[in-house]
């Protein structure tokens, strides 16, 4: 059995206190432990109990840290275990975190591929946002339903060869150039071919 000797702030974070045991610094400590678990000075505990302590501060701080890593930017379960993998953190507190993330709605790979594709489907074809979006950890089955659903796919096409052939005259060079540039952007060869069709009899911007 071990002592709390001294409990106190620490001066740069004042969410984490330092224990003491036995007169000995043990280790930094969640505020949020200290009150669960009423640690205070004179308390006795054993070394189950601090490993558990140690265990549950390490999951505090790592949820922390991922929690702080999306608040700029929505991030996919896959991104969330590589960044806490290169923090150092076990593979247990990781899923820990993930799966808490998740429950408090931090987490939705369905909503961020939706968004995903919403943003960019003003960019990319269907090819292109599949390979981001399995780049970025997401399910095959979520990218199948996401790209099923997304009307916004209809016209991409449209609006990319718009958008490339502004100010351009429309010649047989133009026109390879752009079937090159629309499959490089992930387009598929039907739609490449009804577009470049469209240029071609003038007809691209036809109600």
């Not at 026109?175 to 039907?190: H, I, N, Q, T, V």
């Amino acid at each position: 059995m071990s002592e709390i000797t001294r409990l106190e702030i620490q001066k740069n974070n004042p969410n984490r206190a330092n224990l003491y045991l036995d007169e000995k610094f043990f280790s930094g400590v969640s505020l949020e432990l200290c009150i669960k678990h009423h640690l205070k000075v004179g308390k006795e505990i054993d070394d189950a109990f601090l490993s558990e302590l140690i265990l549950e501060d390490e999951r505090v701080k790592a949820f922390d840290k991922a929690i702080n890593y999306v608040s700029s930017t929505m991030k996919t379960s896959k991104q969330i275990r590589d960044y806490l993998k290169k923090k150092d953190y076990n593979p247990n507190t990781i899923e820990y975190v993930v799966d808490k993330m998740k429950e408090y709605k931090y987490l939705d790979d369905e909503q961020y591929a939706r968004a995903f594709v919403s943003s960019c489907s003003n960019k990319y074809g269907k090819h292109k946002l599949m390979s981001a979006l399995k780049s970025k950890g997401v399910a095959e089955s979520i990218i199948e339903k996401v790209l099923e659903d997304g009307s916004e796919l209809k016209d991409s096409i449209d609006k990319v060869a718009e958008k490339y052939m502004k100010n351009k005259d429309v010649s047989p060079m133009v026109l390879a150039k752009l079937s090159r540039f629309l499959y490089s952007r992930g387009f598929e060869f039907d739609q490449i071919n009804s577009c470049v069709n469209r240029y071609k009899s003038g007809t691209m911007f036809d109600e």
